[in-house]
């Protein structure tokens, strides 16, 4: 699978490496949020099968804050990456372009 090349035997370029950043940074988007999501579930969970034990409730209380600072963090990269994107004029900044080589 070829990432930067925009055809396959084409020599990569300079502007190839949009479609290359923009995918990493989809993927990595991507992996954040079931990451953040399974984050929330495990918390929810710990918190509702706590029993009353101060203990498991404040682990879960840690893990929900750790969820909820995360989803923060990342929809502000999201934003500021957005941002560079307008600035800069980079349109494929925050969208995913799987162009495997057909033209």
Avoid: C, W
């Amino acid at each position: 699978m070829v990432f930067a090349a925009t055809y396959i035997g084409d020599t990569p370029q300079i502007k190839d490496l949009e479609t290359l950043f923009g995918n990493v940074i989809a993927s990595v988007m991507g992996i954040a949020v079931v990451v953040l999501f399974v984050m929330l579930l495990v918390g929810g969970f710990t918190f509702l099968m706590s029993g009353g034990d101060q203990k498991k409730l404040d682990a879960a209380k840690g893990t929900l804050t750790s969820a909820i600072v995360g989803i923060v963090v990342v929809i502000s990269a999201y934003l500021i990456l957005r941002t560079i994107g307008v600035i800069t004029g980079v349109s494929q900044i925050t969208t995913v372009n799987l162009n495997l080589g057909h033209p």
